[in-house]
């Protein structure tokens, strides 16, 4: 189903498979496994397997149904690049982007180099964003070097949640930046050092930066509620996009 979505730098979620398996780092506290077990226990339809992969093909048609030019972020609930998805079923996904021009689709994975195959007989759809995590540098530096190799008209990183400090990145071929710290009870801290390396890497590479929140810990390094975080970064906020005519 598709739902209007509080993700800052997207409009609507469709989510036409859900469920997932922890594959790194970033993957400990999913927010996405909590939601789907509470869906669960309220008898949502579509999660009564709770956070198990399951294919959800009725889902396929939605964004047909909407004619409002829309922003998605396709499966804020699973991966479309799980290993238990098949090329076939992936295939039905972009056959339903490239026959919704008028929308905008953002695809995030942790598995890049299945996306990476995927891609190497077909051509992403110039509405399709394509991008991949990069928590920490063991598991996410090598995501982007296999983004790289998809023909995408825009490529994005997620750098979120910000594990660690990332050092040098190599952002040849990437258009747009997003960073946020973790939240809920388990949140791990993200240091305002490991931030602004990539903020100025960004601004260096002349790649669109977006600051999505602080997550539960501020920038003077306590403790606090997500919304009282915040999302201020050097007295302002950063909600840069990338171009759609910025190209592979």
Same mark, same amino acid.
């Given at each position: ?53 399951? $294919?959800?093909? &009725?889902? %396929?048609? *939605?964004? @047909?149904?909407?004619?409002?030019? #829309? ?85 994005? $990183?997620?750098? &979120?949640? %910000?594990? *660690?400090? @990332?050092?040098?990145?190599?952002? #040849? ?76």
């Amino acid at each position: 189903m598709t739902t209007n979505s509080k993700i800052e730098w997207t409009e609507q979620t469709w989510n036409p498979t859900v469920g997932c398996t922890k594959v790194s780092a970033g993957c400990k506290h999913c927010y996405a496994e909590t939601m789907a077990h509470r869906l669960q226990a309220m008898g949502v339809a579509g999660y009564d397997e709770g956070f198990k992969l399951v $294919l959800r093909p &009725e889902r %396929l048609s *939605e964004p @047909l149904k909407r004619r409002k030019p #829309t922003i998605y972020f396709v499966n804020s609930m699973s991966d479309v690049f799980h290993e238990k998805v098949p090329f076939d079923y992936i295939d039905r996904i972009f056959d339903t982007i490239r026959q919704t021009p008028h929308h905008t689709y953002q695809m995030l994975t942790k598995r890049a180099g299945r996306m990476a195959r995927y891609f190497e007989k077909r051509t992403p759809p110039a509405n399709a964003w394509l991008g991949v995590s990069v928590e920490n540098r063991r598991h996410g530096l090598s995501r982007i070097d296999e983004l790289r190799k998809v023909p995408a008209q825009i490529r994005f $990183l997620s750098v &979120e949640p %910000l594990l *660690e400090a @990332l050092g040098e990145l190599d952002l #040849t071929g990437i258009h747009w930046v997003i960073v946020g710290g973790e939240s809920g009870p388990k949140a791990r801290p993200m240091k305002l050092a490991w931030l602004e390396e990539v903020r100025q890497q960004c601004e260096t590479a002349g790649v669109a930066f977006f600051f999505k929140q602080w997550g539960g810990w501020g920038a003077d390094g306590r403790r606090r509620a997500k919304k009282l975080n915040g999302r201020i970064l050097n007295g302002r906020t950063w909600d840069a996009m990338p171009s759609q005519h910025m190209g592979p």
